[in-house]
């Protein structure tokens, strides 16, 4: 038998049993659809435009590899905690 009960994997629920909206009116939702779209399509595009002149600037004098610069780190939190603090007192 699987690891199953009624309350499912690790008696996991939603909690959410009724959804309730604000007082603030929504422009029509059917319009949100199509303008996700052609954000998503401008996006890909953009995207797209940038790796083709990436790829047509290798080996000349306008394109250099900065990727040695930089290496992969583990910062601990108290570290991040510790430099988002000094920002915000800035």
């Not at 994997?9 to 959804?19: E, F, G, N, T, V």
């Not at 040695?68 to 108290?78: E, G, N």
């Amino acid at each position: 038998m699987a690891p199953r009960t009624k309350r499912g994997l690790s008696h996991q629920s939603a909690d959410i049993k009724a959804l309730s909206g604000g007082e603030t009116v929504t422009n029509d939702l059917l319009e949100y659809i199509p303008a996700n779209w052609m954000k998503l399509a401008d996006t890909a595009m953009k995207n797209m435009a940038m790796l083709k002149t990436i790829d047509n600037f290798k080996g000349s004098d306008y394109l250099i590899d900065e990727s040695h610069k930089y290496t992969a780190a583990i910062v601990p939190k108290p570290e991040v905690v510790r430099r988002i603090k000094e920002d915000r007192a800035d």
